[in-house]
């Protein structure tokens, strides 16, 4: 049975793979593989998930991998990667419609160079445009939803779905798309016109500020915790003595306490472990219960 999905799956794209280290496709640089992994152009979505129907194989999908974090064992079934097969980037006027696999700093680029601004606060977020609608990505004050107009999803059944803003639900680190198991195929930015010498500098400026207060030089997922209301979570895991705590190779980032670092050889299993200690000890310390950004894939 699943021999037989390998040969059709290798029929609609070559860019398909069996047992696949999932530590080079996350951030963190940790997980275990993936039964088949692969990375489709736009028009093959679709008939992946109808494959995947028909042979009762369960699915699952990635961007840039810049927010997960997949067990040692791997996962079951088929990832599903929007990424380089996906990434075309157009513009006209103030618009630009970027395709799900787009990296978020080379929409920004395209949006500088056409002189739009309202996407400086993303030139330096390590992930895809589909992720950034999916979760609602933000930095600095911006925010997806400031600048979304519209985004074309796949349902689970197949079916091509137009979604404009109100549609799509984009809250804080939240949206419609994963309680709905729709995939995202591409979005539309509307910017406002802006200087473009202006713009670049104020990128420049993020990426600096980035350098110096975020812990770049290891592996990581970004902000690992959602911020508490009324609170930020790096200080409460500060507060709670836990500014440099590790678990084998994870460990509390002594640059910025909100950011679980990987030193070099960490596993999956003592990323999540650190994660739950964290937020036990700032729950026990504050009383606030620390939700991750974080999404846990797979065995672990």
Request: charged share 25%; proline share 3%; net charge neutral.
């Amino acid at each position: 049975m699943k021999e037989s999905f390998w040969e059709e799956l290798r029929k609609i794209t070559e860019h398909c793979f069996a047992e696949e280290k999932m530590s080079g496709h996350t951030t963190f640089h940790a997980g275990g593989p993936a039964e088949y992994y692969v990375r489709p152009k736009r028009m093959q979505v679709a008939k992946i998930l109808s494959l995947c129907r028909t042979y009762a194989i369960p699915w699952l999908v990635i961007g840039n991998g810049s927010n997960l974090l997949v067990g040692d064992k791997g996962i079951k079934g088929l990832v599903i990667e929007l990424g380089r097969e996906m990434s075309q980037i157009t513009t006209e006027g103030n618009s630009i419609k970027a395709e799900a696999g787009a990296m978020l700093s080379s929409v920004a680029r395209v949006a500088a160079e056409q002189g739009l601004t309202g996407m400086e606060f993303a030139s330096g977020i390590p992930g895809t445009i589909g992720g950034a609608v999916v979760m609602n990505a933000g930095a600095y004050g911006g925010e997806m939803k400031r600048i979304v107009n519209k985004a074309t999803v796949l349902t689970p059944e197949g079916e091509e779905k137009e979604l404009n803003l109100q549609e799509l639900q984009l809250g804080y680190r939240h949206s419609c798309i994963p309680e709905n198991d729709y995939i995202v195929l591409d979005t539309e930015l509307v910017l406002e016109p802006g200087d473009s010498e202006k713009i670049q500098e104020q990128m420049a400026k993020l990426r600096t500020q980035r350098c110096k207060k975020q812990p770049l030089e290891y592996p990581s997922a970004g902000s690992t915790f959602k911020r508490p209301e009324g609170y930020f979570a790096g200080k409460l895991i500060q507060d709670a003595g836990l500014k440099g705590f590790r678990v084998g190779d994870a460990q509390i980032s002594e640059k910025h306490s909100g950011f679980v670092i990987n030193r070099g050889n960490a596993t999956a299993s003592e990323i999540a472990e650190l994660i739950r200690q964290v937020q036990n000890r700032v729950e026990r310390h504050s009383g606030v219960k620390l939700e991750t950004e974080v999404r846990f894939l797979g065995e672990f």
